[in-house]
């Protein structure tokens, strides 16, 4: 080589020294603080690759891969490092720990796998960094088993290797296993970071272990990191996520400094929790303490905007993200859709979708679908749907899952049939909208087969089944859907109680599924929810124990109108008529919106209170005042109110003056007045409209034979008994049952047929005689058959809720209440045995008849005799 050529390589090479000594000293003020902008370091990589020799030191070496890894030239930093490898340059733990962890960025497991493999050939693989840098790689690029195999293989494992595992753990919402590596660290003595915290807290705020993250908060006191910015973030992730927003918000207030995660952390929380206006007032005080506004900020509080239908604020907020350009954030302009969608504001909806064309993607058009669907321009909505395909965007499960609300508009079955085309039918969106959109049709067998095909279900997947079982009245398909969705460890959340609830209103359920059920939503902390506290109430009142159901009504902090109305009604089918106008007249006080519930439960109320005027005053009251259309609901209660008066002319009046023709309901409830107060005439013609209505319905017949077996007209009965078998329409059994135990047991008049029958009649006949002793003598007016008077005694004698009430005694202890369900209207004598019981048994009894609920107690019924 000549002297020339020697002097050229010498000042190259000392040009690159000075570039990399220099570059080398900024890394160096930078972990300082010092505001120093990072030397471009392009140069020194181009002398570096025109050296004729590379000898020069590992650390240099490792000072140009480390500032490609953290200026994110991820790519070329692995080239360096392969360059160094083939020309045999040494290398050390922190070259491959740097790797490593590039690798775990680019999610490269391939090449991560060869490092792996170096690192062991030159016995690196028991240093701790480098054992670190592979946990984090293999759970970047999905391979768990192979990092807990690293972790457990190391001989030494600091503080962030053990966090490094906790966070893949995490990451894979593996949460139990975080815990339990939690719990194992403390054992052997590791002392926790800030890090560590934060990691495990996420872990149990998204499993919703929100006692043990209690038990952490406490561990972060002690270690001192409760001041800690990260570590308090996750403390109000955590307790927001667990409903507890107050401890969320303590944490919020006892920060010393709070950063952009904190601000946007708490408002969300606060939004999630339904607290809309607190997170407002959040918001405008974050706005006042100078921290930068993000898009995601702005995402929820368009959520706030979207559920409280703040139209103004929207608009500016619109105003503000366009003038800051941060309108092309695809989350924000969805977010501003769907705000003004809730708005009402259609048209502004409109324009700002038509502003995004050739940008939009299927979530806008998606949006824009659901919008106009909650609008009810179900046909727009349609059509936006098939210009979408056109221009050739491609649903994705949202929007399936949102077409399917537009049903009928659009078929059930053709949108399945398109999923299972697009192979979106096992995703849990989809299916979810599917299995509920089967249930409101009745058609729960394919619902059920969607819901078995749902690949992931989660609460929302469960709930709608649930649901859907309690729509249908399917007691024991929803308490059987609830058991697995336990077994499989879902957590229940309000929704799955609120429906599992509804179900247990019915009355086959049993009495103390409902009450496990309470007890249960109580435990999870979901017991004050509005849609729990609602569903208690109608299932209490439903199943015959009102006090329950006023208790929760008391305790609610919130009331919607399902609470409303479910007091209403329970007052009225319990016989409290009084009470029910109370809440209702507290109700008007608080100038509550009302609907055509609300005033089925008036009127009724009325009815069973014999409360003719009032029921009168009411009905015009929902017409003029508060512009409510009657429906044949309303007109059949005020013809039920005026037919238990005994105003059965007025009835018939009433029903001629619709405007509209009288369905079986009304005709039912007259022809039942009339066989009560004995008008032949009337009764007669009521009779013959409900069979011509409903020729299939026995009530008809059976209503009308024993209104003219109660006047003593045996012929017509015959003749109405003939006609009845003569269309082959068959008497719905009389049938009583009791639960005992959680374990229903049904009789039939003069049933035999039970285990402890014997017991059963000796009660009987045990009763009789102390009945008797206490003034009672059998109306032998209610057998409606053509048979002597003893005979008639032992008809009354064998009744089955008689049965029900003489098994109830014996089957239970002293002072227990009983209850009993029986499908047809109590028979008017046992209803006087059951007063007289009730004294000399010491016992209350609860009946629900086919008509409403009768509470004996101290030899007096709720109903007041008016029934």
Known sequence: ?????????????TCYYNQLHLFTSTIELQSHGDLIQPVVIQDAHHLFDKMPQRDFSSSNHNHLLFEYARTNNNLQALKHFLGIRRLGLPVNGASFSCVIKICGSLCDQTIGKQVHCDCIKHGFVEDVSVGTSLIDMYTKTEALWMAEKVFDEMPDRNVVSWTSMLTGYSSR???????????????????????????????????????????????????????????????????????????????????????????????????????????????????????????????????????????????????????????????????????????????????????????????????????????????????????????????????????????????????????????YESSTSVGTALLDAYMKLGNNKDAVKVFEQVEQKDVVTWSAILAGYAQLGDVDGAVR???????????????????????????????????????????????????????????????????????????????DLVSWNSMISGYAQHGYGEKALEVFEKMRREKLKMDDITFIGVITACTHAGLVNEGERYFDMMVKEHKIDPTPEHYSCMVDLYSRAGLLEKALVFINDMSFPAGPTIWRSLLAACRVHKNLEIGKLAGDKLMSLKPQDSAAYVLLSNLYATAGNWHERSKVRKLMDERNVKKEAGCSWIEIKNKRYSFVAGDTSHSSSELIYLKLKELGSRLRDAGYLPDVNYVLHDVEDEHKEDILFGHSERLAVAFGLIATPPGTLLQIVKNLRVCGDCHTVFKLISRIEEREIVVRDSNRFHHFKDGVCSCGEYW
């Open 173 to 423: 919402g593996l949460y139990d296993q975080a815990v339990e590596l939690f719990l194992q660290m403390q054992i052997e003595g590791i002392k926790p970071n800030p890090f560590t915290f934060a990691t495990v807290l996420g872990a149990l705020a998204d499993s919703g272990a929100v006692i043990k993250g209690m038990q952490v908060h406490t561990m972060v006191v002690k270690f001192g990191f409760e001041l800690t910015t990260y570590v308090c973030n996750s403390l109000i992730s955590m307790y927001s996520k667990s409903g507890m927003i107050r401890c969320a918000k303590a944490v919020f207030d006892g920060m010393e400094v709070r950063d952009a995660v904190s601000w946007n952390g708490m408002v969300a929380g606060l939004v999630t929790n339904r607290h809309d206006l607190v997170a407002l007032d959040l918001f405008y005080k974050m706005r006042l303490s100078g921290v930068k506004l993000t898009q995601a900020i702005f995402v929820t509080i368009l959520k706030v905007c979207a559920s409280i239908r703040e139209l103004v604020f929207t608009k500016q907020i619109h105003s503000f993200v366009s003038k800051n350009g941060m309108e092309s954030d695809p989350n924000l302009r969805t977010a501003l859709m769907v705000s003004y969608t809730k708005c009402a504001e259609m048209d502004d909806t409109l324009k700002l979708f038509g502003t995004m064309k050739g940008v939009n993607s299927v979530v806008t058009w998606t949006a824009m679908i659901g919008g106009l669907i909650q609008n009810g321009d179900i046909e727009k909505a349609v059509d936006l749907y098939r210009q979408m395909c056109k221009e050739g965007v491609k649903p994705n499960e949202f929007t399936y899952s949102t077409l399917l609300a537009a049903h009928p508009a659009i078929s059930v079955f053709q949108i399945h049939a398109q999923s299972i085309k697009s192979n």
């Open 481 to 559: 859907v609830f058991r697995e969705l336990a077994k499989d460890g879902v957590r229940p959340n309000e929704y799955t109680f609120s429906s599992v609830l509804n179900a247990c209103a019915s009355p086959m359920a049993a009495i103390e599924h409902g009450k496990q059920f309470h007890a249960g939503a109580v435990k999870e902390n979901y017991g004050n929810t509005l849609c729990v506290s609602s569903a208690l109430v109608t299932m209490y009142a439903k199943r015959g124990n009102i006090e329950s159901a006023n208790k929760v009504f008391e305790r609610q902090t919130e009331r």
């Open 1 to 13: 080589m000549n002297l020339k050529k020697i002097k050229s390589f010498r000042k190259l090479q």
